[in-house]
């Protein structure tokens, strides 16, 4: 099994950025593909970008191309979500995701084992 943790969310103005971070403990994080999504209230959970377990491979919701960037540093076991040019409607709350699949990718939160517990990001206009 494998633990979650973000941290980085916060309030920020329309145009700014933020970093996410998602430090995983227990199991191998190299055992790992992770996945960041985001929810807000009455609405699904949306997928927003994965990796695979090497960092060789990346996806990312249309919503979010050119603007987010997904890294992992396996030696640190973190995964980070650099997020520029935010807008209002990217305010939610965002969540770090673990499958152990590792020659797959997912869009789906279904697909996804472990979840950490979120952080809120605001984006005012």
């Known amino acids: 099994q494998v633990q979650l943790v973000e941290s980085g969310g916060g309030l920020v103005q329309a145009g700014g950025s933020l970093r996410l971070s998602c430090a995983a403990s227990?199991?191998?994080?190299?055992?790992?593909?992770m996945g960041w999504f985001r929810q807000i209230p009455g609405k699904e959970r949306e997928f927003v970008a994965a990796?695979?377990?090497?960092?060789?491979?990346?996806a990312y919701a249309d919503s979010v191309k050119g603007r987010f960037t997904i890294s992992r540093i396996n030696a640190k076991n973190t995964v980070y979500l650099q997020m520029n040019s935010l807008k209002p409607e990217d305010t939610a709350v965002y969540y770090c995701a673990a499958h152990s699949l590792r020659g797959r990718i997912f869009t789906t939160p279904a697909e996804y084992n472990y979840w950490g517990q979120g952080t809120q990001v605001t984006v005012s206009s």
């Open positions: 227990g199991r191998t994080f190299t055992s790992y593909n």
């Open positions: 990796i695979n377990w090497s960092g060789s491979m990346t």
